[in-house]
């Protein structure tokens, strides 16, 4: 079964930084491309960042909104997935979600559950 | 970046009546080499993750009923409900995964009349 487990989440003060990790079990994790979408409470969903496979020699890209403060990485071999967030911003409140890219499809079938970061002094 | 709207932005209906949801990109998200529509179709309910519903416009994720249907090509599409059950009620999402930066509709909130 398809796993991915979220944490890392917490308060945080503006200018600050976190780190999220996503756990990933029941796949293999080297093979997809893997996202990070955020979603602030009550609002859309936004796509946050993309690493590609180790086929694809694990390029990243970013959301205009978090490219230079956010940086995406991952450990195949430990089955994780990371995002590491500097100079956080009260609008970066968000509950944040790892994400699967499908192989075939390149569709978002599985969701971690999310962890929520909140930026505030 | 590709932008996408989606109309209405709430709706309610009555159970086993019809919902339709449109959605618009800003520019065509069909994808040449394959024929396909790089849109999803995602249900969120109130403290869950977004759920897939429709991947490439119309092919419907396995275990969805089917009585949601997507439709649509190019920068025009449509999730039809046809007969909206109580656990339909939620936030209904159009996703454009053709470029990046990927981009979601705003959300069409589904409702009981």
């Known amino acids: 079964e398809v796993q991915l487990v979220e944490s890392g989440g917490g308060l945080v003060q503006p200018g600050g930084s976190l780190r999220l990790s996503c756990a990933a079990s029941?796949?293999?994790?080297?093979?997809?491309?893997m996202d990070w979408v955020r979603q602030a409470s009550g609002k859309g969903l936004e796509w946050v960042g993309r690493?590609?496979?180790?086929?694809?020699?694990?390029?990243?890209t970013y959301a205009a909104s978090v490219k230079d403060r956010f940086t995406i990485s991952r450990d195949d071999s430990k089955n994780s997935l990371y995002l590491q967030m500097h100079s956080l911003k009260t609008e970066d409140t968000a509950v944040y979600y790892c994400?699967?890219?499908?192989?075939?499809?390149?569709?978002?079938?599985?969701w971690g559950q999310g962890t929520l970061v909140t930026v505030s002094s | 970046d590709i932008v996408m709207t989606q109309s209405p932005d709430s709706l309610a209906v009555s159970l086993g009546e019809r919902a339709t949801i449109n959605c618009k990109s800003s520019?065509?998200?069909?994808?040449?080499?394959?024929?396909?529509?790089?849109l999803a179709w995602y249900q969120q309910k109130p403290g869950q993750p977004p759920k897939l519903l429709i991947y490439?416009?119309?092919t419907r994720e396995s275990g969805v009923p089917d009585r949601f249907s997507g439709s649509g090509s190019g920068t025009d599409f449509t999730l039809t409900i046809s007969s909206l059950q109580a656990e339909d009620v939620a936030v209904y999402y159009c996703h454009q995964y053709y470029n990046g930066p990927f981009t979601f509709g705003p959300g069409t909130k589904v409702d009981i009349k």
């Open positions: 029941g796949f293999i994790l080297s093979d997809h491309y």
């Open positions: 690493i590609r496979n180790k086929a694809n020699s694990y390029t990243t």
């Open positions: 490439w416009a119309s």
């Open positions: 520019q065509s998200i069909l994808y040449s080499s394959n024929s396909k529509n790089y």
């Open positions: 994400v699967r890219v499908d192989l075939h499809s390149s569709s978002w079938y599985y």
